[in-house]
């Protein structure tokens, strides 16, 4: 099982950036695939997560409305599009896989916004 994560970046206020959590070694599709950031300094927290099949997604309060997380079956790709960044979302992002009891977690991809 492997996740990488890719397309982060520095970016203004109000700007946007799309994550990709390329995954291998299993079908990304069967299970819920999330998106979690950390601060520095603070705990790494949820951001969004997609269930499996249906696609049913559930976001924090803070990101509600300016990010939405995706999918790729195709591509065994999962995306996170990030709009009307603020500052506050400086973080490292990851991207997580629960396969059963384990999770399992990419090297994380920096985001910077700031002017």
């Known amino acids: 099982v492997q996740l990488v994560e890719s397309g982060g970046g520095l970016v203004q206020p109000g700007g946007s950036l799309r994550l990709s959590c390329a995954a291998s070694?299993?079908?990304?599709?069967?299970?819920?695939m999330s998106w979690y950031r950390q601060a520095p300094g603070k705990e790494r927290e949820l951001v969004a997560d997609?269930?499996?099949?249906?696609?049913?997604?559930n976001y924090a309060d803070s990101v509600k409305g300016r990010f939405t997380i995706s999918r790729d079956n195709a591509k065994n790709t999962v995306y996170l599009q990030m709009n009307s960044l603020k500052p506050e979302d400086t973080a490292v992002y990851f991207c997580?896989?629960?396969?059963?009891?384990?999770?399992?977690w990419g090297q994380g991809t920096q985001v910077t916004v700031s002017s």
């Open positions: 070694g299993f079908t990304s599709s069967r299970y819920v």
């Open positions: 997580n896989a629960q396969i059963g009891l384990i999770g399992f």
């Open positions: 997609l269930t499996r099949a249906g696609g049913s997604a």
